[in-house]
């Protein structure tokens, strides 16, 4: 293989692999760092094929560097998470080459173009198995419907609103990356301006959001989520950036003396507001992403999401 193939081909991958990890595992990065992990990666593939060093090709230095690549895609990692993305990351790669080389042997063709062809439908492959698997583990361990209480500030007023942890629930701000928090429009309703709120119960007119929020001194804080579900392709929901968001304690029985477990602070996240009721009872009236529960408040995150 000419060497330029072999920069493009290695390149092409590991951006591939590390855009489905973040994509996958909900991790958060941007276009900027995995293109700085992929040039490392890159890198140390070609150094191990042109230096001839065997201890480049070694199984713990392989390792070592794809290590060095997750790190620089996804710091700050615990050791626990870092564990979990290299799982994550090596079973895509497994996949990916499992994958290319079927296609491969179904094409009967070794040729530039037949490879490209044959890793781009692994990487495809890949992302949807590991979607579903995500997802699906994610399910499994939660521990049932997970109901919580959620508190949300805003300029000095305060909601204590019932949420579901909702699995399937991956909005993310376009603008900021944030994690977003979906209420129903009638419950979160106390913390929105008189003007503010009249014009998103009008209907899906962004124009309109921006004049009231303007009006009402909430351009800062206004953010419009670009959403899809069942029946509409695209939609917007109007959201906002409250100032406060966090999980009431649980009221277990605890021993005679034991300390009351207090308030969880969340991270920033935007709160979107849904016109309509989820459901036809009042079991939850906000929908709490797994992401926000994952990322450590303070700080803003970038999407997981590259485009």
């Known amino acids: 293989m000419y060497l330029d193939l072999f920069v493009l081909v290695n390149a092409v991958v590991d951006y591939a ?11 958060r990065t ?31 230095a392989v390792f070592l ?6 790190l620089l895609a996804f710091w700050p990692l615990a050791p626990r998470r870092l564990l979990a993305l290299a799982c994550w990351f090596y079973g895509l790669a497994c996949f990916v080459a499992g994958g290319a080389l079927a296609v491969l042997s179904l094409a009967g063709g070794t040729g530039a173009g037949g490879l490209f062809l044959a890793l781009a439908l692994a990487v495809v492959a890949a992302a949807a198995a590991g979607r579903f698997f995500w997802r699906a583990w994610r399910r499994r361990s939660l521990p049932g ?6 508190g949300v500030e805003c300029e000095g007023r305060s909601l204590r609103l019932p949420a579901l ?39 899906d007119d962004i124009a309109a959001w921006a004049r009231a929020a303007a ?29 406060t968001l966090w999980l009431e304690p649980e009221a277990p029985a605890v021993a005679a003396g034991a300390p009351a477990a207090g308030p969880r602070r969340l991270g920033p996240a935007v709160v979107a507001v849904f016109p309509g009721r989820f459901t036809g ?26 485009s």
């Open 17 to 27: 692999l590390l855009a489905v990890t973040a994509q996958v595992t909900q991790a």
């Open 30 to 60: 941007n276009r900027w760092r995995l293109l700085l992990a992929t040039a490392w990666g890159t890198g140390y593939a070609c150094a191990s094929a042109l230096v001839p060093a065997p201890v480049l090709r070694a199984v713990p």
């Open 65 to 70: 560097a794809s290590a060095l690549m997750l």
């Open 145 to 150: 419907p997970l109901y919580v209480t959620l």
């Open 165 to 203: 942890v909702d699995t399937g629930n991956q909005l993310r701000d376009p603008l900021t990356g944030l994690a977003v928090v979906v209420v129903e429009e009638a419950a979160v309703a106390p913390l929105l301006p008189a003007g503010l709120r009249r014009a998103v119960a009008a209907g």
């Open 215 to 243: 009006a009402s001194g909430w351009a800062d804080r206004l953010r419009i989520v670009p959403f899809a579900s069942i029946g509409r392709e695209r939609g917007f929901l109007a959201g906002f950036r409250p100032d």
């Open 281 to 306: 009872d009042q079991h939850y009236v906000a929908l709490l992403p797994t992401a926000l529960l994952e990322d450590p408040p303070g700080g803003e995150q970038n999407a997981a999401r590259v």
